[in-house]
């Protein structure tokens, strides 16, 4: 006789859980192990799971046997570090510093459990500017999980440059792009962009939030759960305030060339006005956005500036170029029809008595009106490629984000979202009584334990109200049933 291994279980599915950030459930999962029977001493990985949990209490009461002596020590076990990484959680500045300091010591896949530790009781204890030099630590050193990515973007975020526009714009798509291209696609679910912002306003930094919400506006207009993000966070000021004094000088430069063709001043006085205008045009811009530092103000113009991502496109620059021509074409073709309209069919007899100065005005404004055009060229053209950006995501949709077909119980720890739902429904069957009889209780979930048909492997479908649906894959070992040998009585 045998039977499933229950720890081994547990153990699979903890393991699973943590491999996906899952922290809480690592924790409730080994709680319930520990309550089981036939639990061995599972302090220090409970206690481990339980600061990563924000359950820091709970920690240090596990390993309450363990000494204040351990700070001052040379060398550390397991337990004197995670116990530290407790009592750091908790607020105690000395044992901060002592996990701080053993990590010197600590390297390979260690080093990792150690720099979470410390991250995670960095951030409890409210030593932000610690954690973020940890997690950004940690996103280098190993495979970034998407609750380590998205931290480090909020440390990078915060940490952007005060002085240089071009290297807080950077920070900001670069982050934006990363952030983008983390499943899912922004346009299904914002929840990664929301946690940043969420994150980022917490720590007072509501010029960063603003700037990647502003940011992923741009570059995924089709993302329709920005809009109202974007829209309780606007600053006034949108992407025309900053050249409205340049327009301005434009109209009034075309209004004072058309005086001084009616008066017959000098051309001069024209020109000093256009140059004039080219000058205010080139110098004197408003900020975008209102509340903002100067530097965040530009990196906002810039963002605001991005195009839309769409198939096989030309390059940004490219395309903002081709939106100034295409604007300033547009413009003048719709000023000359216009011009031959009035001159040739409203105005005809005023316009045959003066035809050299109705010429002449006529091509003043067929000339602010193409500046003008030129102006607005970028922001109409990315209005008009909407559909290429549904079609871009679309696209993204159907070639990347292929639905998991078949058994993926060799190779998938965890599975979230709509393909959990799909996986557990279509490949999975409804767990034997036994597996079924040791499924954890998880706080506030709905649990549910699931096989694989081909290869018997447990899995565990995680239902957390307000969260998308998660699988954890377990582990199924049997182990000799001692009592039912005894009975038996034979090998
Ligand atoms: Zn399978």
Not at 18 to 35: K, L, N, P, Q, T
Not at 221 to 232: D, G, N, S, T, Y
Not at 337 to 358: F, G, K, P, Q
Request: proline residues 4%.
């Amino acid at each position: 006789m045998s039977k499933i291994d229950r720890n081994e279980l547990l153990d699979g599915w903890a393991t699973s859980a943590a491999r996906m950030d899952e922290f809480v459930i690592v924790s409730d999962i080994r709680e319930a192990a520990a309550a089981g029977a036939g639990a061995h001493d599972m302090d220090a990985e409970r206690a481990r799971a339980a600061i990563l949990a924000r359950r820091p209490a709970l920690a240090a009461g596990l390993l309450a046997d363990v000494e204040r002596s351990v700070l001052t020590a040379t060398s550390h076990s397991w337990r004197d570090v995670i116990a530290m990484a407790a009592w750091a959680a908790l607020g105690d500045a000395d044992a901060l510093s002592a996990l701080h300091r053993a990590g010197q010591n600590i390297d390979g896949p260690a080093m990792v459990v150690h720099r979470y530790l410390l991250a995670s009781a960095a951030d409890q204890a409210g030593r932000t500017k610690l954690a973020d030099s940890v997690w950004q630590d940690l996103a280098e050193v190993t495979e970034a999980t998407m609750l380590v990515t998205r931290r480090k973007i909020v440390a990078d975020v915060i940490r952007r440059s005060t002085s240089d526009s071009g290297a807080a714009g950077a920070v900001i798509g670069r982050s934006a792009r990363v952030l983008i291209e983390l499943p899912p696609l922004p346009e299904d679910d914002l929840r990664h962009v929301r946690d940043v912002v969420t994150q980022l306003e917490a720590r007072d930094d509501h010029a960063g939030a603003l700037l990647i919400l502003e940011a992923i506006a741009a570059l995924r207009p089709v993302a329709k759960e920005a809009r109202p993000l974007l829209k309780e966070r606007a600053r006034g000021g949108g992407w025309w305030r900053e050249r409205i004094l340049g327009l301005a000088a434009v109209v009034g430069a075309t209004a004072l060339a058309i005086v001084c063709t009616l008066t017959g001043l000098s051309h001069w006085v024209s020109l000093a006005g256009a140059l004039a205008a080219f000058a205010v045009w080139r110098e004197c811009r408003l900020p975008q956005g209102q509340g903002l530092s100067p530097v965040d103000a530009r990196v906002l113009a810039e963002v605001r500036a991005l195009m839309p991502d769409v198939a096989g496109s030309l390059p940004d620059l490219a395309r903002r170029i081709g939106g100034v021509i295409t604007g300033g074409t547009l413009a003048f073709l719709a000023g000359v029809a216009l011009a031959t309209l009035v001159t040739e069919v409203l105005i005809v007899d005023v316009y045959r008595a003066n035809v050299e100065t109705s010429d002449a005005i006529a091509w003043l404004l067929i000339l602010m009106l193409t500046v003008m055009g030129g102006a607005a060229g970028p922001h109409l053209l990315r209005v008009a490629q909407r559909p290429a950006a549904r079609k871009y995501v679309d696209q993204v949709r159907s070639t990347q984000f292929q639905p998991i077909r078949g058994c993926a119980c060799l190779t998938t720890v965890g599975i979230r979202g709509a393909d959990a739902k799909r996986y557990a429904s279509r490949h999975l069957r409804e767990a034997d009584p036994e597996v079924a009889a040791m499924v954890p209780t998880i706080t506030r979930a709905t649990v549910k334990a699931h096989q694989c048909p081909d290869s018997q492997t447990p899995w565990l479908a995680v239902r957390l109200p307000g969260r998308e649906a998660m699988i954890f894959r377990g582990t199924l070992v049997r182990v000799a049933d001692t009592q039912g040998d005894a009975v038996g009585g034979y090998l």
